[in-house]
DNA sequence: CTCAGACATTGACATCAATCAATCTGAGAC
DNA sequence: GTCTCAGATTGATTGATGTCAATGTCTGAG
């Protein structure tokens, strides 16, 4: 078990706004400018209340970490939960709580990704 | 959802010794001084090679968040997971991927809410 | 090619967090 | 009572992080 990667997983998830972010991509505001389904930073920056660079470094953290997927969809960037971050982070919590380094997550999971 | 104290939970997370220490708590080393099974502040400190004051900090915030809780015996503290903390955390995980704010998570568990 | 819009990057600043030395507290041993 | 030890608290320092203004980059429209 990798500690330090472990740490940057829940450092991801360790602060309010991106918690907010990763909310919206589940249940995206009606008048997305992306469409229905999808979400973009502007929608994001309005969201939130922050400034654009502040959206965009938050971003460049959940999808470093694995927890967001960012595509380039013309001008716009599209941006999409993606299972397989929670998936690892559940294991880990799993992972803490077991004598042997590796184990079972939560439950067996899953994920509707974000069916559009 | 609360956001805030759902990133208080996972900042506690957000360590590599902090998540040392959860594995410590889980696999206790052979020579604890508090005896098998259980994990003493003293021991922690060696196991990480973090001064004692450091330690100290580490286990209030863990105690603070819900994942271990601290137990006096005698001169010495005894330190312990809390399973309900794990659980916490999980739910949030699952709950992060619903469309509605509250959500069953890993464990089973049936949880209404205010939508945010 | 030129322009405008959507994000990313950079730089600067303020706040938070991790760390340790020094000190304090509280419990057992004497 | 005093002494000693475990660990909590305090204060200071250093590094990480959140935030925004300014600027850069890339794409589509004209």
Redesign the interface.
């Given at each position: 078990?990798d500690?330090?990667t472990?740490?940057e997983l829940?450092?991801a998830?360790?602060?309010?706004?991106?918690?907010?972010v990763?909310?919206l991509l589940?249940?995206p505001p009606a008048n997305s400018c992306a469409g229905p389904g999808s979400v973009c930073a502007c929608d994001l920056e309005g969201e939130l209340g922050l400034a654009q660079p502040t959206v965009s470094h938050h971003m460049k953290l959940l999808v470093r970490a694995g927890l967001v997927t960012a595509t380039k969809r013309g001008k716009w960037t599209e941006y999409t939960?993606n299972?397989q971050g929670?998936e690892q982070?559940?294991e880990l919590?799993g992972a803490?709580?077991?004598?042997d380094s590796n184990a079972a997550?939560?439950?067996p999971?899953t994920?509707q990704g974000v069916a559009s």
């Open positions: 078990m500690f330090d472990s740490a829940f450092k998830l360790a602060d309010p706004n991106r918690l907010k990763l909310k589940v249940s939960l299972p929670f982070a559940c919590l803490l709580q077991q004598p997550p939560c439950p999971k994920l």
